[in-house]
């Protein structure tokens, strides 16, 4: 198995139910884990490693986040995450592995997005 960069995947492992997911490479190992700050109404792009079927997102802003698969949605076609927060996501993403997040406040700690299942 190789993910999206290509590299060969020696073994997949979750660890306490699929709370962390972690990718064992014949040279390290890592959480499938992006925290970036926000800036109001600018859209975030987070791409992932791997197309997942279950995704954490943190809110720590003091405001909203709309997420979604679609790139310039709008906020009434996406999921709400109220301010310090956090909600799973199941299901496969719609094409490739980025999730796009809309916040409505800035933030230094901004919002946190996890791959718990793929």
């Known amino acids: 198995m190789k993910d999206v960069n290509g590299m060969d995947i020696v ?8 709370i962390f997911m972690f990718i064992f490479r014949k040279d390290r190992c ?3 884990v992006q925290r970036k700050p926000t800036i109001a109404d600018t ?3 987070f791409s992932l490693s791997l197309q997942g079927l279950c995704y ?9 986040i709309y997420i979604g698969f679609v790139a310039g ?6 999921a709400l995450v109220p301010a310090e927060t956090a909600q799973v996501f199941e ?3 719609i094409t490739g592995s980025i999730m796009y997040v809309l916040p409505a406040a800035t933030s230094e700690k901004g919002v946190e997005v996890q791959c718990l299942r793929w």
């Open 73 to 78: 949605e709008d906020k009434t076609t996406r």
């Open 43 to 45: 859209e975030l792009e």
């Open 11 to 18: 073994t997949i492992s979750q660890w306490a139910g699929g």
């Open 56 to 64: 954490l997102v943190k809110n720590f802003t003091e405001d909203d």
């Open 30 to 32: 890592y959480m499938d």
């Open 91 to 93: 299901g496969q993403m």
